[in-house]
């Protein structure tokens, strides 16, 4: 008996190994990207947390997972997420105590914080219409994102960065991940969160450190998209050195808002294609943090690594030499030092390239800035003029010192 | 001094408290979909697995994951797909030896195919541009691409289904994932293949129980969208299970076409909102697979799950009785046993609409059909019906099989 036709699908050739029916087809999934500038978001009196909830369908459930550095700088942030909560029965019920989890770094070297987070929305019931409000720095959203976009495959996030760098940064991507074999977010998935709210008062409690740190991935995106930006940029460090918030809110908000909008209007949100422009100077600041064992932070690594590139780009007669000179005097004005005893391990830094292309896959895809807000890609490095530009970058820097001392 | 104003952004407001900068917009990621039928695909005469890689590029690097089940049944496969890499040295270089790993649901129920996923995609050097080929039963198709879709957030995955269900189902679908706190993919994310490659000689050394599995979801996609097909369906019930190849390649082609136009068409390939007309009967399947500690296979609950739902809906008089005959005849042709004695624990099999709805969130929504190609969306469901229901079908069982014998 033949196989029987079935209607509107070709009936069987007569030879079946020459069977080869193609279906092919392409479908789009849509994300919205909500991004929020307030302060006090937990005061019961101000509306930004709340607006972002479904309104109408009864309280969803909601728990707090919160970075435990940021609870011990405000002890009081448990209890305001539990009174921000009480005070809107209509809209959140939170399920259970904020839980507290290990921050920094540490916490996407292992699977301990990404378990903590995939058992309490087992336990306490949190469905893919269910929220995980998560309040810490870019390491501890990483982390907990990386579980809640695993669980049930995906339930609702509500990112709270604690950290300028998170605010301007991190917390407004759609990456999430941990570390594994010694490599930087060589686990994680692109999953975007339901809204981020940046609460600028979380910035206050920040070391100096900390509140530095976001300011190079404003240098950078402002290099990369908006000389008016960049030329603020160069205008405020001072001020956002001597810790004025006014002045971090704008620059944490417009930073924030270009890297926003680079995922919505640049057509590869996923990465799915070659050309990742906002990982400008950041081969080897992964490399770097790996190197020093996370000693430098995210942000230090990226103001090191952008001056590398641009060092190299000018070595290359791809830039002009001003650029450098600009960017450095502006990162040196907010805070930054711009070379570190690790650089002096050329060959190990230069496997951040190889590294950093077997992340990305294909060829190797360096961005540079050819003039301020004017990227440019280079696909090869001439690695003797890289070792060069690290040597003027060591040198550079102690002439710098030297001068600011 | 005032904070600087930055060209095209607004001014800051007088009264910081005040800030609520808003900021949002849409964005939309792509994905290709690619089917393919054929028959001796690492064949290296056949074209269907070489025309999938990237042509003019240089070979892409790949590793090979095989379902250990499958690799006993042919143990020629290793050395196959090694053959077939070697005569494609322009395209594909294959990086190291194919990887044997445990299958069946066993391989779901921790992290140990994950990471050994994982480690060879580190080892081996596979990048975002490299592949995966992974042959295997759908838990190993699970596993395996939870880890490819994790790894740097993502490498190219090839799969190549070796069951009958993973053919017609879970292979064309976009999920992925391990089952964790005793729920069945608990964990996991949507990531869509690079491609799916059904080859129906593999279909050959299954075992009568796996080569009927697969066959209930192809009732239920009838059921849900072509009533010609369900025609079909119940006349060449018995050459299904009399084994004809011809006819079950045919029926499989059909079923993955029918899954892969719902995600390419149904507008919601992520079950980003709520309806999920696909879960068809899979409730109670769900749970049946957990309570019987996957003694039945998916496609065996699914079988049963399917029928229990029909009855509810003909005692409820949301169908015609005769869908419900017609669907268990043809099941019962097929080979199919349409119940369980752990069915006689109504209270632990009634959880699993509870546990359903905490999945999806939201309300409740179960999918039945007020008629063939005609699906409904139900949000309540009368438990002392659904338990008579139970009843039903434990007792018709038993009059069918006595009949039969």
Redesign the interface.
């Known amino acids: ?4 036709e ?4 070709p009936p ?1 050739p007569s030879n ?2 020459s ?22 978001t937990l005061d019961p009196s101000n509306p ?1 947390l709340t607006d972002l909830l479904p309104h109408g ?1 009864g309280p969803v459930r909601m728990i707090a997972i919160l970075d435990r550095g940021l609870v011990e700088a405000r002890p009081e942030l448990p209890a305001q997420v539990e009174h921000w909560a009480e005070a809107n029965p209509t809209l959140v019920r939170l399920v259970g105590e904020p839980l507290t989890v290990n921050g920094g770094e540490e916490c996407k070297q292992d ?1 301990d914080v990404f378990q903590q987070t ?2 309490a929305i ?2 306490r ?1 949190i ?4 929220f995980v409000l998560v309040a810490g720095g870019g390491a501890v959203l990483d982390a907990v994102g ?1 579980a809640a ?7 609702r996030v509500i990112r709270m960065p604690s950290t300028t760098l998170a605010q301007a940064d991190a917390g407004v991507g759609v ?1 999430n ?1 941990i570390n ?2 010694g ?1 930087k ?7 975007p969160p339901w809204a981020v709210v940046n609460d ?1 008062n979380l910035l206050t409690s920040l070391s100096d450190r900390h509140w530095r740190s976001g300011l190079s991935e404003a240098v950078k995106v402002a290099l990369l998209k908006n000389p ?2 960049f030329d ?1 940029l160069c ?2 460090a001072p ?1 956002l050195r001597s810790r ?4 971090m ?2 620059v944490v ?2 930073t ?2 270009l890297h ?2 680079h ?3 640049g057509g590869d ?4 294609e070659i050309a990742r422009p906002l990982d400008f100077g950041h081969w080897s600041a992964h490399k770097l943090e790996q190197m020093t064992d996370f000693g430098l932070a995210h942000g230090e690594a990226v103001a090191i690594g952008l001056t590398l590139d641009l060092a190299y780009g000018a070595m290359m007669g791809l830039l002009p030499e001003s650029i450098l000179r600009r960017t450095r005097r502006c990162l040196l004005d907010m805070g930054f030092r711009l070379s570190h005893e690790a650089m002096n391990n050329h060959e190990t830094l230069l496997e951040g390239l190889r590294e950093f ?6 060829r190797l895809t360096i961005t540079l800035v050819q003039d301020i807000g004017r990227p440019i890609d280079v696909h090869e490095i001439d690695l003797s003029v890289m070792r060069r530009a690290i040597e003027a970058i060591q040198k550079a820097d102690i002439n710098e010192s030297s001068r600011a001392g």
């Open positions: 008996m033949p196989a029987p079935i209607p509107g699908q069987f079946p190994l069977v080869d029916h193609r279906n092919e087809g392409r479908f789009s999934v849509s994300w919205n990207h909500r991004l929020r500038t307030s302060r006090d930004v369908e699977f995939a058992r087992n336990e019931g469905c893919r219409k269910s990386y976009a695993s669980a049930h495959r995906g339930v990456k991940g594994a074999f490599k977010n060589f686990l994680g998935v692109f999953s600028t008016d930006f603020t205008s405020v001020q004025n918030l006014d002045t809110e704008h908000q417009n924030a808002r926003m909008d995922i919505i209007e949100a996923f990465e799915l292309r077997e992340h990305l896959g294909g």
